[in-house]
């Protein structure tokens, strides 16, 4: 017996014009063998930093990379197809193998050092904190008139002793 995806496309002609667009991608889309595949990718900011999920089930962590360098995050690695029993043929193969890699430009506000990543349930999770202190708000006082005056006398007058 042969298991076939049904998709009301058994016969050979296809009957509308929708039904042939999407015969020719399927079968394109499907024909690309094990040379690699994009995984789904969620990010969002928070206050603190930056979250990135990716969908990797089936990826063992020794199989993922991740590298931070000049602003870019680069998550990579290699889901092998391992199931090569005898007897068994596979008629039908959706699961996307090879090799994957991911990037993402990041702000210059982030702390590189403290980037943290945990895989759970075949989702990676990467939170890229932001430094503190170029995020932090400070309030900066204008000097201005007398205390202007003021302050550049002491700058000179304290400039004058040390010179002593």
Do not use: W
Not at 74 to 103: A, C, D, N, P, V
Not at 105 to 128: E, F, H, R, T, W
């Amino acid at each position: 017996m042969v298991l076939r995806k049904y998709n009301g496309m058994q016969n050979d002609m296809p009957q509308t014009f929708s039904s042939m667009l999407d015969r020719f991608f399927n079968e394109s889309v499907n024909s690309r063998g094990f040379s690699g595949f994009t995984p789904h990718v969620d990010a969002c900011e928070t206050d603190n930093g930056y979250e990135i999920e990716v969908a990797l089930p089936g990826i063992r962590k020794e199989d993922i990379a991740i590298d931070f360098q000049e602003g870019k995050l680069t998550i990579s690695g290699e889901r092998r197809f391992e199931k090569k029993e005898e007897g068994r043929r596979y008629q039908m193969l959706e699961t996307q193998y090879g090799t994957f890699s991911r990037s993402f430009y990041l702000p210059d506000n982030v702390n590189p050092d403290k980037i943290s990543a945990q895989l759970q349930d075949g989702v990676l999770l990467v939170n890229v904190p932001k430094d503190e202190h170029k995020t932090m708000k400070r309030q900066i006082t204008i000097a201005g008139g007398e205390e202007a005056k003021q302050s550049s006398k002491q700058k000179r007058v304290s400039a004058s002793e040390n010179g002593k």
